[in-house]
C-alpha cells in the first residue's frame, strides 16, 4: 500500500513572501505525484502534478520538487497572494496490482496568507 | 459544461436511515470515484467505476453502494446510516484509468445523528 504524510497541519506566510509545503510518501513504486488546493467549502482543484521520473516541474507561479531518494515532495508558491489561502493536499499514484490507479491522499496543510 | 456536480450539499440523517448521495459528470469521462473527507485526515476511497457497468471498492467500502448505470452518473447509496458516516463526501471524474487529473464535485455535508 502507500501512506502520504504533510509535515505541517498549517502554515502563516506574508503576503508575497514564498511558501513551501512538504509531503512524504512510503512506497518507491509510486509513479505520480499531485498537488491539489481546496478552498473552504469546496472539492479539491488540481494544481500541479509531477512524474516519478522528474525531479522539478514549474507551472504558474507553482513548483513542484520530487526526492525519490527520501521519498519528499514539495509545493513552492511564489509570491504568495491572500487567494492562495487554502488547504493544499499532496496524492500520489499508485497501481496496485489488478487494479486501476488509486490516489492515496495525505491529510493537508492549511496555508493562510498574513496581509 | 457544469462539471461534476453532486446532490444533496447538506443532509442531516438519523441512525438506521437510507439515502442515495447523487453525483453527475458532463465531461464523459470513463472513471468515476466517491470519498469521505474527514477532519485531519485525507480523502479516503470508498468505491470507484472504471466505466459503465463497473465498479469496484476502495479502501472504506463498507456501508456503502454504487452503480454505474450510464456514463454520467454514479450514485452512493448508504443502507442503513451510522454516526461514523457524518463527513464529507466527493465525488470525482477523470477521463480515463491512465489519466490523473480528476475533477472534484463541491461535496455533500452528512450528518448522521
Known amino acids: 500500500g502507500e501512506s502520504v504524510g504533510l509535515h505541517l497541519p498549517t502554515l502563516s506566510v506574508q503576503e508575497g513572501d514564498n511558501s513551501i509545503i512538504n509531503c512524504a510518501y512510503s512506497n518507491s513504486a509510486s509513479d505520480y505525484f499531485i498537488w491539489y488546493k481546496q478552498e473552504s467549502g469546496k472539492g479539491p482543484q488540481f494544481i500541479i502534478d509531477i512524474r516519478s521520473n522528474m525531479d522539478k516541474r514549474q507551472g504558474q507561479r507553482v513548483t513542484v520538487l520530487l526526492n525519490k531518494t527520501v521519498k519528499h515532495l514539495s509545493l513552492q508558491i511564489a509570491a504568495t497572494q491572500p487567494g492562495d489561502s487554502a488547504v493544499y493536499f499532496c496524492a500520489v499514484n499508485l497501481v496496485p496490482s489488478g487494479s486501476a490507479r488509486q490516489l492515496t491522499f495525505g491529510s493537508g496543510t492549511q496555508l493562510t496568507v498574513l496581509p | ?113
Not at chain 2, 10 to 24: I, N, P, R
Not at chain 2, 71 to 81: G, I, N, Q, W
Open chain 2, 1 to 113: 459544461n457544469a462539471g461534476v456536480t453532486q446532490t444533496p450539499k447538506f443532509q442531516v440523517l438519523k441512525t438506521g436511515q437510507s439515502m442515495t448521495l447523487q453525483c453527475a459528470q458532463d465531461m464523459n469521462h470513463e472513471y468515476m470515484s466517491w470519498y469521505r473527507q474527514d477532519p485531519g485526515m485525507g480523502l479516503r476511497l470508498i468505491h470507484y467505476s472504471v466505466g459503465a457497468g463497473i465498479t469496484d471498492q476502495g479502501e472504506v467500502p463498507n456501508g456503502y453502494n454504487v452503480s454505474r448505470s450510464t456514463t454520467e452518473d454514479f450514485p452512493l447509496r448508504l443502507l442503513s446510516a451510522a454516526p461514523s458516516q457524518t463527513s464529507v463526501y466527493f465525488c470525482a471524474s477523470r477521463w480515463g484509468q491512465a489519466s490523473h487529473e480528476q475533477y472534484f464535485g463541491p461535496g455533500t455535508r452528512l450528518t448522521v445523528t
